[in-house]
T-cell receptor, first 113, second 114 residues
Framework: GDSVTQMEGPVTLSEEAFLTINCTYT??????LFWYVQYPGEGLQLLLK?????DKGSNKGFEATYRKETTSFHLEKGSVQVSDSAVYFC????????????FGTGTRLTVIP | GAGVSQSPSNKVTEKGKDVELRCDPI?????LYWYRQSLGQGLEFLIY????????KSGLPSDRFSAERTGGSVSTLTIQRTQQEDSAVYLC????????????FGSGTQLSVL
């Protein structure tokens, strides 16, 4: 069945460091891929998405490229800030219906000044 | 409202008591989801409502869990005879027209069963 595997945390970085959070997936079809972010005390919110192979999603300096050949959607940011401290969730969707939506376990990022 | 609203934000209860958790989705969103987030775990799907269709209850962990959605809007998740393992953050999300490509989440209800 479909699944999402993401890098276990927690991840601690200094401000302005480079960030990579790995995410790989298993899917039967051609899913859309997402990164959601959960800031402290808030609900999850969509950070970026990509709907087909080789698409690059980007937002707030974060990027992720849909790599079909490696079934990956790694999240990257060139220079993290303290305000990026949050839990990041990789997810995939194969279409309508909650049984087609799968989340990873989340990766907690802490950025220290 | 501007976003998905959940209440209460925190709930402490004694083992064996019943609890009700409320979700007010974004107006006009036809799809509503409940997830559970346990400490150190990912999101566990519980139940999904889409318009007037029968809900997808395949994620409910036991018959102590139930949910309803009245008038296609507000939803209530009920846990009967709570157990300590029910302690978690319960998240509600909604999306327009059942578009799973973008879910809008509430900030959750932290449930603690003593």
């Amino acid at each position: 069945g479909d699944s999402v595997t993401q890098m276990e945390g927690p991840v601690t970085l200094s401000e302005e460091a480079f960030l990579t959070i790995n995410c790989t997936y298993t899917a039967t079809g051609y899913p859309s891929l997402f990164w959601y972010v959960q800031y402290p005390g808030e609900g999850l919110q969509l950070l970026l998405k990509a709907t087909k192979a080789d698409d690059k999603g980007s937002n707030k300096g974060f990027e992720a490229t849909y790599r079909k050949e490696t079934t990956s959607f790694h999240l990257e940011k060139g220079s993290v800030q303290v305000s990026d401290s949050a839990v990041y969730f990789c997810a995939l969707s194969e279409g309508p219906g909650a049984n087609n939506l799968f989340f990873g376990t989340g990766t907690r990022l802490t950025v220290i000044p | 409202g501007a976003g998905v609203s959940q209440s209460p934000s925190n709930k402490v209860t004694e083992k064996g008591k019943d609890v009700e958790l409320r979700c007010d989705p974004i107006s006009g969103h036809t799809a509503l989801y409940w997830y559970r987030q346990s400490l150190g775990q990912g999101l566990e799907f519980l139940i999904y409502f889409q318009g007037n269709s029968a809900p997808d209850k395949s994620g409910l962990p036991s018959d102590r869990f139930s949910a309803e959605r009245t008038g296609g809007s507000v939803s209530t998740l009920t846990i009967q005879r709570t157990q300590q393992e029910d302690s978690a953050v319960y998240l509600c999300a909604s999306s327009p027209l059942g578009n799973d490509e973008k879910l809008f989440f509430g900030s959750g209800t932290q449930l603690s069963v003593l």
